[in-house]
């Protein structure tokens, strides 16, 4: 006979070295007690420790999960910082002692394919299943014809967030948001010059993603650019001469070398902070910023603004962001496959009603990569007052033009961001152009080919 027993904690503490079912930081979840199936099949997950808002979300679903006593599962989580997850990944696989679910970024999704460590589910979940994806959300996760996760969610990557009254106070009453970048510069400009007039200091026209972030934060800015990313789509050559490239390093070289953008900033999943705070006229931000701002500023709801990114010509139809996201896969050291499909089918591609109520939990801050989902978010979101409904079509605008993460090598991605920090440092931009175009090509000598032509 099953017997039930509860997990009472309304305050959870610090994540403790990989301990299942805590949840990141001190975060007060609810008074709900967690129910436990006795003699259960454990189902693991590791899960990225995102801000504070998601992670609540994804713990209550677990606790919905375990609310059920008769499936025969009981739902473990474990929260990962990001900059640990990989290499904490590649160490399991070593030591034996993986995770059976976990994680993965559409970008990184190959290589887990490629390393024989995610494995083919398509037999799991129903052709229904299937089918309700996006094209491009299936694209995201289809690879030979074979399906190796089943995606979560998506998000644009790029996005302008502004704060109105900061704008109105230093660039005038008509101050329009910037749709070219000769704009965003001339903005700056005069915002800069109207902040050494008032003799503010430490507050700063725009940012822009810096170091790590600034490599995948800027393949919208390169597709915009350029028509296309660094390197050719069947990755046997590099794409950094051309003219696109040395546009975008020229926009660095204006921003820094005029003092528009701090010379360092702090994580580009945080950047909206800054705008809350009023340390930033404007930032570049992800989509996920929405939800921040509800949830951690809600006075400044009324205040803030998001719009699509700038582009140096203006054109409205261009990609301005990539679709960034993330999607479940099964290890292969997973024992209880079927056990581990049937909690990512609850969680993701079964009840619309479950997916529904994440996003609009998450304030429509991500699209769904479900057609029936999408169907029913783009009616509810006008009929509730809580998040701006022009943040919401901000939203589905940028995500309907945006293209998905590349998978090619992590070092063409750095190569790129090299070459725009070289040129915030004030270095030859020629120069600069021809090394980064040097070490895309040695790198696309060892690409491989595309999996996706």
Known sequence: MKQQRFLFSSFF??????????PPDDIVIDSEAEKVEENATTVSMWMMDFE????????????????NLTDGIQLEQTYINKNDFDDLIRSRYESG?????YMVSYGNLYKEIK??????ITQYFSDDSWNDLTDMAKTAVNYGGKYYAYPILMEPSTILAYRKDLLTKYAGADAKTPETWDELLNLCGTIRSALRSAGVKNVYPFSVPTGVACAWGSWGMQQAATGGLAVTDDWTASRITDPGYTKLAELWRDLYGNGYVPLSSGDYTEAVFDVADGKSVMATCGSWSISTVLNQYPDQKDNIGFVPMPTFSGDKSLTTATNGGWCYVISSECKHVEAAAKVIRWLTAEDTAQAV????RAHYSKYSPRKSVQAILAQDYQKQNDVPQEWVETINDVAGKAILEPIYDWNISVAVEGLLEEAAMGNDIP????KCDSTVQGLCATAGTNPRL
């Not at 002692?97 to 679910?101: K, Q, R």
């Open 13 to 22: 503490v610090l994540l403790a070295a990989l301990a299942s079912c805590t």
């Open 52 to 67: 504070e808002w998601e992670n609540r979300i994804n713990i209550s679903q677990r606790k919905k999960f375990n609310s």
């Open 97 to 101: 002692n993986v995770p059976d679910i």
């Open 115 to 120: 390393a024989g460590r995610a494995i083919d």
């Open 357 to 360: 109520d994440y996003f609009e």
């Open 431 to 434: 120069t600069a152009v021809k």
